[in-house]
């Protein structure tokens, strides 16, 4: 009798462990702003690829100083996606992506890259969304990215 229970016992933890891992793949991508599908990707694919940031880093815990909008626990990829998204969200009209132009690749993580390497990805992270020089939007987005990325690393608590 025992044998049985142990092994019902097994298929049960096996069963949840299936459902838990199924329902975590499932998971839906960040998106605190509820953007429409094609800018979120347009703007997960900005994070990724032309910032160098991974789905994967490990978030930090803190109070940020002026970031109101991320949460209390938030990597720099959530924060990137946090910080277009408010940028593409204060854009009247929305920008567009210019025709023929390929948003540059990342040639390797941000966590690794210089200091003028960041600076030249950030701005090239609010070109990819459609801000281009001299527009003001562009400055402004590079600085709210510039700022997020700040108050990340340099939390209060």
Request: proline share 8%.
């Amino acid at each position: 009798m025992r044998t049985v229970h142990t092994a019902v016992t097994r298929a049960l933890v096996a069963t949840a462990v299936c459902v838990g891992v199924a329902t975590c793949a499932a998971a839906a991508p960040y998106n605190p702003d509820h953007l429409p599908s094609a800018q979120l990707a347009r703007i997960v694919d900005i994070c990724h690829n032309v910032l160098g940031l991974e789905r994967s880093e490990r978030p930090s815990a803190g109070v940020w100083p002026g970031r109101v909008h991320l949460p209390h626990v938030v990597s720099r990829y959530q924060g990137c996606i946090v910080s277009l998204s408010d940028s593409l969200q204060q854009a009247i009209p929305q920008p567009r992506a210019a025709k023929g132009r390929t948003n540059p690749i990342a040639a390797g993580s941000f966590l690794y890259a210089s200091g003028s390497e960041i600076a030249r990805r950030e701005q090239q992270a609010c070109e990819a969304l459609g801000f281009m020089p001299p527009s003001g939007r562009l400055a402004a987005c590079t600085r709210n990215l510039q700022a997020t990325f700040f108050a990340i690393d340099h939390p209060i608590e």
